[in-house]
């Protein structure tokens, strides 16, 4: 038993570096009736950065944020009506974004649209390495993870790529928490 | 003519050299044997690819091109295409985009493949809706088609590439 904890917790750090998109997921697959699935791995990344070779301040501040990423990861879905989905198919997800190093930056809910957002950040030192959003609207559900270093000023730039959703953030105070909740 | 010919010889030669990729030709026979038709026929393709290949328009080196028009969903095998398409396509090829539409009417399965080949890349792009089908795969070389996104607006003006 002592031997399982002393494993569990070495592999601890590791668990936390890596976030995995849970089956239940891919179980939503079949009940979607839109499914968009983008995979830029680093390789990929790589490969992308190559072709933003433009000289114009805006694809120069996003290949200076892509070389800095390991994978952009985008999934999803749009449901026919409401309630096709739920909070436990979500669970798995948001419980490895509760492990260690990670943390709630941003948190939307809407009791009147049910549209909620969160956005959650894990750091390493100083800086973010990894980002992860999830959106869920009663008839729609994204995730966008982004792994590898970000710099805040620059994650806007990134809204609009790579299948990413435009992004309207505003860079406001470091290292403070926000949670809101709407009427 | 003297000269002529054996140019076009040598293009030709060139262009056959570039061989259509067999996961191209298994995804096209998927989707042949999921609506039971054949694609369809594009008179003087072969030429095309010959002007592709001197030419490179915006990179391109190499395309091939299968369409299916008119496809009937009630003659459908019922097979998981997107599923045959991947085996298809195998472990070699990325997915790097996939679109999954069940809405009525604009039912749509798109795949965006990408595989590098030395300085080139290689993108397959499989598109089934309703009543149509795509695939495409395009031999570009990156150098040029780098040229060319940095500066779309002064190379369409450009012959070199």
Redesign the interface.
């Known amino acids: 038993m002592k031997i399982a904890l002393i494993a569990l917790l070495g592999i601890a750090p590791l668990l936390a570096q890596e976030i995995k998109l849970p089956a239940s997921l891919e179980r939503l697959s079949a009940k979607a009736v839109e499914q968009v699935d983008v995979t830029l791995d680093a390789s990929m990344l790589q490969l992308a950065s190559r072709f933003l070779s433009g000289k114009d301040a805006d694809t120069v501040k996003v290949r200076k944020l892509v070389s800095g990423l390991k994978g952009i990861y985008v999934r999803s879905f749009e449901f026919e009506k409401a309630g096709e989905y739920s909070e436990s198919d979500i669970e798995p997800l948001r419980a490895q974004l509760r492990g260690p190093g990670w943390s709630r930056i941003v948190g939307v809910r809407s009791h009147k649209t049910g549209d909620n957002a969160d956005v959650f950040i894990r750091s390493d030192g100083n800086q973010i390495s990894g980002l992860t959003i999830i959106s869920a609207e009663p008839k729609e559900l994204t995730i966008v993870h982004i792994d590898g270093v970000i710099d805040p000023d620059q994650l806007s730039d990134l809204g609009g790529q790579f299948g990413i959703p435009k992004l309207d953030v505003k860079p406001g105070k470091k290292g403070s928490t926000a949670g809101k909740e709407e009427e | 003519m003297r000269i002529l010919r054996p140019t076009l010889v040598a293009v030709f030669c060139c262009v056959a050299a570039q061989a259509t990729d067999r996961e191209f030709q298994d995804i096209v026979h998927a989707i042949s044997e999921e609506f039971h038709t054949k694609p369809t026929h594009i008179p003087f393709f072969g030429l095309v690819n010959a002007v592709t290949f001197v030419a490179r328009p915006a990179g391109t080196r190499h395309i091939d091109l299968a369409v299916f028009e008119d496809l009937d969903s009630n003659r459908r095998a019922g097979r998981d295409l997107p599923k045959a398409i991947r085996e298809a396509v195998g472990n070699g090829w990325?997915?790097?985009?996939?679109?999954?539409?069940?809405?009525k009417g604009s039912e749509e399965t798109t795949f965006l493949f990408?595989r590098?080949q030395g300085k080139n890349?290689k993108l397959l792009i499989t598109a089934v809706e309703r009543d149509q089908a795509t695939v495409v795969q395009l031999l570009l070389d990156?150098e040029a088609?780098?040229?060319w996104?940095?500066?779309p607006g002064s190379m369409a003006g450009r012959h070199e590439w």
């Open positions: 990325k997915p790097f985009v996939q679109v999954f539409s069940k809405r990408m590098v890349t990156s088609l780098e040229r996104m940095a500066n």
